[in-house]
């Protein structure tokens, strides 16, 4: 693993020891940022199931404001401590050990302009992250979503779909308000 581009391109991240992790590989992450690129830039930023914590520093890399890590295995944690620091960025980086539905609950005085999912395949997860997200109203108005999950698994949500790419049994899904939000 490593950041594909911005200030820290190049950097190597470590992984979390194990296989409870499943790493965005580099070629779906750059995916993904390509398809992403507008919404990057001094964006506020959610990466809700850390792991490794590659997805917020990527953002970070390629200029977004501020990531909150959210990461509850104390393991995965100390990594995502690690790449942050390794990457520079620890300056506009927030990590909590939490669980996410937790820290949701808490953040609803805060919205962000970028979310990133990427919880473990299967289950009921992904969706009652969604759910959290528009429970608490923490999307802000033109914000998006990254939802990464296994192309079988299928999740019920309030958002509209953006976009769908599928990258071999890895899908991405891209997904905002409803209402198209507007910035007042």
């Not at 580099?26 to 919404?39: A, G, M, T, Y």
């Not at 609950?105 to 919880?119: C, E, G, H, R, V």
């Not at 992904?126 to 033109?142: K, M, P, Q, T, Y």
């Amino acid at each position: 693993m490593r950041v594909v581009s911005g200030s820290a391109r190049g950097c190597k991240l470590q992984p979390v020891p194990g296989m409870n992790t499943r790493p965005t590989t580099d070629r779906v992450k750059e995916n993904v940022f390509n398809l992403i690129q507008d919404h990057v830039r001094d964006a506020d930023v959610l990466d809700l199931f850390a792991g490794t914590g590659q997805l917020g520093i990527e953002a970070l890399s390629r200029g977004a404001a501020h990531c909150d890590f959210i990461e509850h295995n104390g393991t995965a944690y100390n990594v995502v401590s690690k790449n942050v620091q390794t990457a520079r960025v620890q300056d506009r980086a927030s990590l909590h050990r939490v669980e996410a539905r937790d820290f949701l609950a808490k953040a609803a005085a805060k919205k962000y302009s970028l979310i990133f999912l990427d919880p473990p395949y299967g289950g009921t997860i992904l969706e009652n992250a969604l759910s959290g997200i528009e429970r608490f109203d923490i999307l802000s108005a033109n914000g998006i979503i990254i939802c990464e999950s296994a192309v079988e698994d299928r999740f019920a949500h309030g958002f509209e779909v953006v976009r769908e790419r599928r990258y071999g049994a890895t899908m991405i899904t891209v997904l905002r308000r409803q209402d198209g939000g507007t910035d007042e």
